[in-house]
């Protein structure tokens, strides 16, 4: 293991308890020659990392099996610490100025229609990583010139040079997670700002472009605050939404506080499209990128 890669940590252990039947996934062993292995193959022969592997998402044989993934780039090394994620942390190694092109060739040679790009936090950059980021944007749209390319991106710290280096790559969807609301920032995610986060979407959505965000529940957020949050998205020209379950990673990462369930989702969600989110996933197993490709096709209907 990398000495200088570790996982994130709280202090305190706190079991994880038991998940309820509605959070339970069905898993289907990979053959040699099915899609979840040709993924993984894929992915593994360019040293390349999914945020599927590296922050234990449980929908990763589902979405595999329908051969798609989350390209994480930038390394697996993350430069915050928060609470929730599986994600290592540390400092991070220097970039792989062939990664930009390792990805591409990979989205191409599994014949993508919908391409999800996300990163670990590099605030070791000043750039913050978002010349690696473009590079990757447009290396994917040199070789698929006709794939969605949807980003999921840090806050680059607002940025302004940063953002519009990204802006130049023009990808189909700008995707930046705010992940819990407002009062639960500076404890779970004490690194990000949620005022930052808002003007980030809202620079991006003034720039033209189709912004998407998400959050997770479970995290010792109120009711009200669930609705401030959808409203305050919604208030920054964010027109998709992906709402889900918190899980937590490890006894030693924040304390799950429950399990919501599939009816509190399907309110939420039912709240979110009657305030204007016009493509919204709410559910106990949602994830940024799950369903990716379904969840753009919604604003065709």
Request: hydrophobic share 35%; charged share 25%.
């Amino acid at each position: 293991m990398n000495p200088l890669k570790k996982k994130a940590r709280t202090k305190s252990v706190t079991p994880v308890p038991d998940k309820p039947n509605w959070m339970k996934v069905n898993l289907k062993f990979p053959t040699p020659n099915d899609a979840v292995s040709l993924v993984r193959e894929n992915v593994s022969k360019g040293s390349i990392h999914t945020v599927c592997e590296s922050a234990s998402c449980p929908n990763l044989n589902h979405c595999w099996s329908r051969k798609t993934a989350t390209y994480m780039i930038g390394g697996d090394i993350c430069t915050r610490r928060c609470k929730y994620c599986d994600v290592a942390f540390g400092k991070p190694l220097k970039l792989d100025e062939n990664e930009p092109v390792d990805v591409a060739e990979s989205a191409l040679s599994l014949g993508l229609r919908h391409v999800v790009v996300t990163s670990v936090n590099r605030d070791d950059l000043g750039d913050g990583g978002a010349e690696h980021f473009a590079r990757t944007v447009e290396e994917i749209r040199l070789r698929l010139p006709n794939c969605r390319i949807e980003i999921l991106v840090p806050d680059f710290k607002a940025k302004r040079e940063s953002l519009d280096r990204i802006y130049q790559s023009r990808p189909d969807i700008f995707n930046h997670n705010i992940e819990t609301v407002e009062r639960l920032f500076a404890d779970i995610t004490p690194a990000k700002n949620y005022n930052r986060s808002m003007e980030v979407l809202k620079d991006a959505h003034e720039h033209g472009f189709r912004t998407k965000s998400g959050i997770i529940l479970g995290l010792g957020e109120e009711e009200h605050e669930v609705y401030e949050a959808l409203n305050d998205l919604r208030k920054n020209g964010v027109s998709m939404i992906t709402i889900g379950q918190y899980l937590q990673p490890t006894e030693t990462h924040f304390p799950i506080q429950r399990y919501l369930s599939p009816q509190e989702f399907n309110k939420y969600g039912k709240y979110a499209r009657e305030i204007g989110f016009l493509s919204v996933a709410s559910g106990p197993l949602i994830r940024s990128s799950y369903h990716a490709d379904e969840q753009i096709e919604q604003l065709a209907d």
